[in-house]
């Protein structure tokens, strides 16, 4: 029943890097990548960030600041401390060496119950179910199991492996390609909103998609009412003096902490409680100035860009002592909305 997807999914995707050379520790890195982002966004960053880190032990060393500066493109910062939580646990008390049991595993704080079981799984072959969203998802539709989707629809599915009722093929190929191949079915044939049943490996054995209404599962509790978004309008002041810019670096707990950003101050925020960035005291025509939108958690965020000398700041009664100055040539420690407010300007190092 799993032949046709296997064969499809090792024919598509055998070129990933994370595929071509594989260890516990790049299965480590991969997966926690993988997670919440998109193949082609981690493609961008994966052997780059491997080269950087090589093993768990220099990851382990790296400052929480560089790793966060290293880990830009690929959002979610809080994955990139687990990932370093996790290589200095396993450096302190498994000699940097990923134990391959699932109760040390899953001890190890950054490595939650996704991640033991792929790196079980898909790092050391075990007969396993690394059970993310998709996988809920289309064993869900594959077998048409009926339980509420989240908890109780992964104890369900787990209950179901364990006596062998589902997923009992596994025996008969490696793990590691099991897992990946209905992993690879979720993103690319049995989306969230959309089915491709027509195309999928798996059409004639599914029973989802012989109901007719392949979209009706996994099961959901009634839509919750959508989380609210808050519009957030902020002032980003570039300036440039000889070539350096001037720049803060975000401290601990503030937003993209260890990145430099332009002095940044809150326009207006639908959000009272925002602490993030001081009120704008600079008398200005906010609205006349050019406008990038970007967004971080549940703020919309228009940002407003003004470009003035020092001069002319000073002029604005602006204090620079907070500030640093910040040679172009260090753009890698910039934020991503200070890289497009230059690029807006045209700035170059
Ligand atoms: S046949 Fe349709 S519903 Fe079933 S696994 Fe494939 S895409 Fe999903």
Sequence with gaps: MFNKLIQWSKFQHHHLPWRKERTLYTTLVSEIMLQQTTVGTVLNHYQRFLKKYPSIAELALESEDNLTVAW???????????????????????????????????????IGEYTANALLAIGADKKTLAIDANLERVLSRIYGLTSLKGKKLQDEIKDKFQKGIICSEIENYSARDFNEAL??????????????CELCPMGDNCKAKLSGEPLSLPIKEKEKKIEKYFELKLLRVITLNEGKLL????????????????????????????????????????????????GITKYRIANYLLFVSQKELENLGFKLKAYEWIELNEQSNFSTTTFKALDFFGIKK
Excluded at 183 to 194: P, Q, S, V
Excluded at 258 to 283: K, M, W
């Design 72 to 110: 830009k493109g690929l959002g979610y910062y809080r994955r990139a401390r687990n990932l370093k939580k996790a290589c200095e646990q396993i450096v302190e008390h498994h000699s940097g060496k990923i134990p391959l049991d699932y109760s040390k595993l899953i001890k190890i704080n950054g």
């Design 183 to 196: 992993m690879d079915l979720g993103r690319e044939f049995c989306k969230a909103n959309r089915v491709y």
């Design 247 to 294: 720049s803060y670096k975000k401290k601990k707990n503030e937003w993209l902490s260890g990145q430099y950003e332009v002095p940044t101050f809150i326009i207006s925020s639908e959000d009272q409680e925002l602490t993030q960035y001081p009120a704008s005291t600079l008398n200005l025509e906010h609205d006349l100035l050019p406008m990038l939108k970007t």
